[in-house]
């Protein structure tokens, strides 16, 4: 009898969890497609009579979003790119090497992390500003590529260390130097953590809003600001009241959110290794 | 080559970028805040030297220390309720059950969504006339009249979303926690006669402290620096920022970089000091 109300209690606590991840998520894709008469109605209908794609489309292929997707994707490729290559040469010296002063290196990654944003952006700009790279995608790879940084290099560095030292010892015994060893034993054990680490930085740089929105500009103007004028930009001629931005800027969410959901659940393994490695001892 | 050069060698890259655009951004951004630079002055080109002028006048500002209690309240709301909902999905996933890899898999569904995307979802659902909120309770007879959450309700709002966007790295880091505790410590107790709740208490808890600490300072770190997530739940409410909005808006809407960098510093202090009382008091592992 006891393990019968627990076995109820488990599916119905799984169930409210679940519906309450996936609902309001529904809701923005059910705004999205909802024909536009009903889209405001009053009370909110949950299911529309029929399906209407035609916002979704006149938007995903308007220059706007076109341009802010395409450099979504320009900064995100090429941040990421940049991100593992610096951070996993950085992470083997921590993991395998030893050398003055680690230990004060690696407290210090852990340190910036918690610096804000919003304290650091004010400098970042005016010196992104005097060396004319606002507006660039120069001007925004390496600010969000250092962002992400310092958790990379920690992430990549467990993955590292989980290499057997006996390989390792096998290839110096083979007379490789310190930059063979790194390439013949280490990147294909390691692969499994750049693959996590190269999902976390697409994912990171393609969500971010904070950096783009002060230091993007027309050209460069990457999904998240730009979400933010869709209402002004697309100017749509839908028959809804006033003032009322939603099923225009709810279109944009959808569209912009679908690319990297997509991403999480394709990597839904790697990615929990990745962010749980350092969790558990052993 | 010996390991220290070589080492060198490997670190400095990363090491040029996170100086770069992390560290010298601090303290150009301190010596920034000991001047007078905005619109008045041209930003940088007439900048002056005005000592602790900016501090002082944040120490005065109202809407500053409105922004900060607004921030911290919602941070402790956050912290508390975050980690209960965070170790309770933790908790049922942990268990073995049909269904369990799909809510596996749904947990990452908020985490993938941009903040700026979840915070304009709910603010939709939350609206005061066409929100699904409204909608669902008036159909289910619970409310006569439609409620404007945001402008009644506003930190419930925030703090409801950020369950929702927030929470799934702490609840994978719970379970990861949790999957790493020896079934066989749950056998003994049983046969010693623990029941549900003591063994909750006497082996989960303790077992699962190390993931709990992370989880509180990631949580706490996040709410007091959150700025994506509730840039649409504002509700229109002329006073209500946090902390992280109110210096966006001084910075760049009104253009005052000497005033808003001090505030970026005193947010950036207040942060670091919260992680150092955390890590101070839940000591292991670090």
């Given at each position: ?282 | ?81 975050g980690f209960l909902w965070a170790l309770g999905i933790a908790l049922v996933v942990n268990e073995k059950f049909k269904g369990r890899n799909i809510l596996r898999a749904a947990i990452l569904v908020p985490w993938a969504v941009p903040g700026l995307v979840s915070g304009f979802m709910w603010s939709w659902i939350f609206n005061g006339d066409l929100g699904a909120l409204n909608g669902a309770l008036y159909d289910l007879g619970l409310i006569k009249e439609y409620v404007v959450w945001m402008q009644d ?83 229109g409410r002329k006073d209500f920022f946090v902390m992280s909005y109110y210096i966006y808006r001084q910075s760049f809407a009104f253009l005052d970089f000497g005033y808003g960098t001090a505030m970026g510093w005193l947010l950036g202090i207040v942060t670091i000091a919260v992680s150092l ?10």
């Open positions: 009898m006891r393990r019968t109300v627990h076995r109820v209690l488990l599916y119905l606590s799984a169930f409210f969890f679940l519906a309450f991840i996936l609902l309001p998520y529904l809701w923005l894709v059910r705004t999205t497609i909802s024909p536009h008469i009903e889209m405001l109605s009053v009370p909110p209908k949950w299911i529309p009579q029929k399906i209407d794609v035609s916002m979704m489309r006149s938007i995903f292929f308007s220059d706007f979003f076109f341009s802010a997707f395409r450099n979504n994707l320009v900064v995100s490729i090429a941040t990421m790119v940049f991100v593992l290559a610096v951070s996993s040469l950085a992470a083997f010296a921590f993991a395998r090497l030893p050398f003055p002063r680690k230990s004060t290196l690696l407290k210090s990654l852990l340190f910036v992390q918690m610096i804000p944003e919003v304290s650091i952006i004010i400098p970042i700009f005016l010196y992104m500003n005097a060396l004319g790279l606002i507006d660039t995608y120069a001007g925004l790879i390496f600010p969000i590529a250092a962002v992400q940084m310092p958790y990379v290099v920690w992430m990549l560095k467990g993955f590292y260390e989980s290499v057997p030292p006996a390989l390792e010892d096998a290839a110096r015994m083979d007379g490789c130097n310190d930059f063979q060893v790194l390439q013949k034993v280490f990147l294909p054990l390691v692969l499994p953590g750049l693959t996590a680490c190269g999902v976390f930085s697409f994912m990171g740089s393609w969500n971010s809003f904070f950096f783009p929105l002060i230091l993007s500009g027309s050209q460069t103007k990457m999904l998240m600001p730009a979400l933010t004028e869709f209402q002004a930009q697309l100017g749509l001629t839908v028959a809804y009241r006033e003032g009322a931005i939603y099923p225009v800027v709810a279109a944009g969410g959808v569209l912009s959110s679908i690319p990297v959901i997509i991403l999480a659940l394709i990597y839904q393994k790697w990615i929990i290794r990745g962010l749980t490695r350092g969790a558990v001892k052993g | 080559m010996k390991p220290r050069y070589v080492a060198a060698a490997l670190i400095l890259p990363a090491s040029v970028v996170i100086f770069g655009f992390y560290l010298y951004p601090l303290f150009y951004s301190f010596w920034l805040s000991l001047h007078e630079v905005n619109l008045s002055t041209g930003l940088m080109e007439r900048a002056r030297f005005v000592g602790f002028t900016n501090f002082v006048r944040v120490f005065g500002d109202k809407y500053f220390w409105l922004s900060a209690q607004l921030t911290f309240s919602y941070a402790a709301a956050v912290v508390i309720l309700f506003p930190v419930p709002c925030i703090v409801l979303a950020t369950l929702w966007a927030s929470t799934s790295l702490s609840t994978l880091l719970l379970l990861a926690g949790l999957q790493g505790i020896g079934s066989h410590l749950y056998e003994s107790a049983t046969v010693d006669g623990a029941s549900a709740v003591g063994r909750f208490r006497h082996i989960t808890l303790p077992m699962l402290k190390p993931q709990i600490a992370i989880v509180l300072i990631l949580i706490s770190l996040d709410a007091l620096r959150v700025f994506d997530l509730i840039y649409y739940l504002s509700g009382i955390y890590i101070t008091r839940l000591g292991e592992g670090f």
